[in-house]
């Protein structure tokens, strides 16, 4: 992708400088964009990737829950995802018609076959890996303030030795939900989630490592799940493709169990 990857004149100018005598200037970091709201972050982020960002993604997964025991439990899960605001998971195997879609603004859960009563809500990472590059600004943003993200509240941070733009919280803050968007890749590398199990609040941390070009797309190929500061879930993508024709049928809940798709 034209945006990953440096120009050849970029490149060259390096080789410009040495050749024309003298002794290089010093390589000066640039300062960062005036942000001052995550909005502002959005609207980066929507303009960098403007017409070249995958419209679907399909993909497979082994996935490992680790219990508090330190025990690990190894699945597969197949996902089928359509920007925006689609995104379907089947938990393999097949048979067992278990899994969880995303579609219209709701959430529909499936265990054998059977539909649990849906429930209202966005998912916060498809919002932020692939649906915030192809929907207006006013869209994701009015999303992720229904999921409870203070898009008013910016910080400049580094995880991973990146410089990075920390939308939903103040400095020293690490509960409160918010995002980190690298500010060269205009990539997500955390999301981090506070919400309430019964009578406790809970905090999420997901973190998104190993981002490849597939098709000239970023794709983040390792995603880890921290909960309350512990490693809990981690997934591990294989069979990648982007710009892949998914039939409508699939992100219909009426149609779920006649829908799978054998890959």
């Known amino acids: 992708m034209p945006a990953l990857r440096p120009t050849l004149a970029a490149c060259a100018l390096p080789l410009v400088l040495a050749c024309a005598g003298g002794t290089p200037a010093p390589e000066t970091r640039t300062p960062p964009p005036a942000f001052t709201s995550g909005r502002q972050v959005l609207q980066a982020m929507r303009a960098r990737y403007d017409g070249n960002f995958y419209t679907s993604l399909s993909f497979a997964q082994n996935t490992t829950t680790i219990t508090t025991t330190g025990r690990e439990i190894k699945g597969v899960w197949n996902e089928y995802l359509v920007v925006p605001g689609r995104l379907r998971i089947d938990y393999l195997p097949l048979a067992t018609r278990s899994g969880v879609l995303y579609a219209g603004g709701r959430i529909h859960a499936f265990a054998d076959g059977k539909p649990q009563p849906p429930q209202r809500g966005w998912n916060a990472l498809q919002l932020l890996i692939a649906d915030v590059y192809g929907q207006p600004v006013d869209t994701t943003a009015l999303q992720l303030d229904s999921l409870g993200f203070d898009l008013a509240t ?54 998104f490592y190993r981002y490849q070009s597939v098709g000239g797309y ?35 809940p009426a149609k779920w169990a006649v829908s799978q798709i054998k890959r």
């Open 154 to 207: 910016l910080h400049q941070g580094r995880w991973q030795d990146r410089d990075m733009w920390v939308v939903g919280a103040r400095p020293g803050d690490s509960t409160t939900s918010q995002f980190w968007i690298d500010r060269d890749s205009l990539l997500v590398r955390r999301v981090i989630q506070r919400d309430t199990r019964g009578s406790r609040p809970v905090v999420t941390d997901v973190r």
């Open 218 to 252: 970023p794709v983040a190929f390792d995603v880890h799940f921290h909960r309350d500061g512990r490693l809990y879930f981690k997934e591990e993508y294989f069979d990648v493709r982007a710009n892949v024709p998914i039939p409508p049928e699939v992100f219909d």
